[in-house]
């Protein structure tokens, strides 16, 4: 009989640990992006390496629960929006525009629904943080119409793929990748002097960079990150 309640009860707990395990959920993805991250790893869609080409000296953003984003992420989205064609002649504007040195950095957002989807969207505000030079310079290298010339540019990408994987044996989630693929679309706006939205065709949206972008979770701050990098 002793046995028996034994066996029961060994039964009822083992039992209690699968169910509470099956219903275990998810961690949302909002949450998973939280954090400071640094760029690890870049190629565009025919799968050349482009991080170097990216990094102004390093690509490093932190996703707060906000939906902020800030970090050096200038060249990097400058590179998506406009295209490597004219990358040589515009880099030494690139780097004299955004002052990553004295941490000015580049700020954004990012919107992503509840649950666990796979897809979000990322707006980067596109302006320069130096006191010298402007974003008008590199829209001019890249030839913007005169008509559409502005010191700030927002460049939002709705549904970028995101994932996690997941290292052999771990539960821990340090790595996220970034795709901008076929299933990616973009819109380009300013804001007028009252704030408002408005539509910049300066640039077609059809145009830009598809490829895959990895990030490394960081524990230093994004201070730390770009002094170990200048």
């Known amino acids: 009989m002793i046995t028996c ?3 029961t009860a060994l039964f009822l707990l083992l039992f209690s640990f699968t169910f509470y395990s099956c219903m275990e959920e998810e961690t949302p993805t909002k949450v998973l992006m939280q954090g400071t991250w640094e760029l690890t790893e870049a190629t565009d869609e025919n799968g050349a390496d482009i991080k170097s080409t990216v990094a102004f000296p ?18 990097m989205f400058t590179y998506v929006v406009y295209g490597g064609s004219k990358w040589i002649n515009a880099s030494a504007k690139i780097k004299q525009s955004f002052d990553y040195a004295n941490f000015r950095f580049n700020t954004g957002e ?3 629904e509840g649950g666990t989807p796979d897809r979000f969207t990322v707006e980067a ?13 590199i ?3 890249f030839g913007v119409g ?10 939002k990408f709705i549904d970028v793929k995101v994932t996690f994987p997941t290292v052999e044996k771990s539960k821990e989630r340090n790595i996220m990748i970034w795709e ?11 804001k007028d002097a009252q704030g408002n939205i408005v539509l910049w065709q300066g ?28």
Request: net charge positive; glycine share 8%; hydrophobic share 40%.
């Open 146 to 155: 005169n008509g559409w010339l502005q010191q700030v540019v927002y460049h």
């Open 180 to 190: 901008l693929d076929d299933l990616t679309t973009a819109a380009y706006n300013y």
């Open 110 to 112: 990012f919107f992503v």
């Open 58 to 75: 390093v690509s490093a953003i932190q996703l707060t629960d906000d939906n902020g984003m800030l970090g050096t992420q200038g060249p």
């Open 203 to 230: 640039w077609p949206v059809d145009k830009f960079t598809k490829g895959k972008f990895t990030f490394t979770k960081r524990i230093k701050g994004l201070n730390e990150i770009v002094q170990e990098n200048i």
């Open 125 to 137: 505000k596109l302006q320069a943080t130096a006191a010298v030079g402007g974003l008008v310079d």
């Open 139 to 141: 829209l001019t290298i």
């Open 5 to 7: 309640r034994r066996f």
